[in-house]
Structures are given as C-alpha cells and as structure tokens.
C-alpha cells in the first residue's frame, strides 16, 4: 500500500511516500511559512525522484493541527484537491499525535508544541507495543497548569517528552517533574504523519480532513477582544 503524506503545521513543510509502514523517501524544508510556495513543487520533486505518479497512492495523509492556522488549510486543501480529482482515500492526522510516532518503545509520551506566551498544544499518548492509545486528549493549555496538573497525578512511571514545547520549556518540565525524558527528534516529519495515517487506516479509525485548531487565532480574539471593549 503506497502512501503520500505532507506535514505543514510548523514552519517544516515536509512531503514522504510510504510503502505501507516503511518510507520510500521523505523531503523537507525549513524555510519559516511559505508552504504555498513550496509544497506543490515538493510533491512533483518526489514523485518524479520515486518513478511514481498520484494515481499510485492508495492513501493520501496531512496533518491537521494544531499548529500554523495557515499552514493547516494549505495542507488540508491541498490533500482535498487530490482527493477529489482521483478515487484515492484522504485521511487527517493530529499533528501531537504524529510527534508521538518519534518515541519508538513501549511506554508514555507527552507531545508538545509551542504555541508561545508560555502556551502549549499536549496530548499524552501510550505507546503500547501495538498501539498509540490517547490518555489526555489534545488541548491549549498554560504550561505551569498544565505540569502541575501532571504532578500532581504523582505518575509512577516516566513521561518521555517530545516537540518545540519539550524544548523550549525543558528546564520548566524537569522542574515538576524531575524523572522526565526527551526524545531525540522532536520535528514534525511527513514520515510519521505517513505512518499514524497508515495505523488509522489499518484500524479504521476515523480520521476526518477537518483543522483541528484548539484555540482562536490572533486576529479572531483580537476582535473579539475589540469587540467586547466597544460594548462597555
């Protein structure tokens, strides 16, 4: 089962082709936001360097967020377009659940992104041997709130960390919680996004093309926020 999968919820914008769980070839860029400008030639690049052609793929994978407001419509677009155009099934993938797929043994990860003004997206997941099984589903969380909450659970087993919220705030987690691990990757690849969307669609989980946000964007709660001051 060949599989195109593409990640643009962080500045990477990275496409993959897959042969069920193994990848054939994965390109990537870092060049901040300009997946507009970057994901279609991307995609025709790797198509060509694997003698391969859309209508190969049985399976079409983007991760949805949470993540870059634009870079999730870019990518979800993108992956509706060719759905649309040929017989091929489309699946979305959350984008914390991909990073999860960076921590190959058995045991828990908590997957963090970012999402600035000591704000994070977390999802904890458990890696059962077999399975990603959720044990906190995804959400916008305050960092300090959200490690005390897990202090406070007094686990009695590690949580290995993963994603540019385990960087950044990685003096803060061993602080509350000084028995944590890291991985060693912590980016979003196309790879992973490429292998939950194969472990979905093995067992048939839902997976809808739909953003996954958690949060409003800037210019909406700035409106809001406007808004609510006009009315006082």
């Known amino acids: 089962m060949k599989i195109l999968s593409i990640t643009t919820s962080s500045p990477i914008c990275g496409v993959a082709i897959l042969e069920d769980f193994a990848p054939l070839k994965e390109i990537s860029l870092n060049n901040g936001l300009t997946h507009s400008e970057t994901l279609m030639p991307m995609i025709k690049q790797i198509l060509e360097e694997t003698n391969l052609q859309l209508t ?4 079409l994978v983007c991760d949805i967020g949470p993540g870059s407001f634009t870079g999730i419509r870019i990518g979800i677009a993108t992956i509706k ?6 017989p091929i099934k489309a699946i979305g993938i959350n984008s914390l659940e991909a990073l999860s797929y960076h921590f190959k043994t058995c045991g828990v990860v908590c997957s963090l992104l970012d999402a600035k003004k000591d704000n994070v997206y977390c999802e904890i997941l458990e890696n059962t041997g077999e399975f ?8 916008f969380e305050n960092i300090d709130n959200f490690l005390f909450e897990l202090q406070h659970l007094k ?12 960087i950044h705030y990685k003096d803060k987690i061993l602080n509350y919680l000084p028995n944590s691990k890291f991985t ?14 194969m472990y979905h669609y093995t067992n048939k989980i839902i997976s809808e093309l739909q953003p996954l946000y958690l949060r409003k964007s800037e210019a909406e709660q700035k409106w809001e926020d406007k808004q609510s001051g006009s009315k006082q």
Do not use: C
């Open 81 to 86: 377009a060719f759905a649309d155009s040929l």
């Open 56 to 59: 190969d793929m049985d399976l």
């Open 155 to 166: 686990l009695d087993y590690p949580l290995t960390f993963v994603g540019s919220g385990a």
């Open 132 to 139: 990603y099984v959720p044990r906190r589903i995804a959400s």
């Open 184 to 197: 060693l990757n912590h980016e979003l690849s196309a790879v992973n996004v490429g292998m939950a969307g």
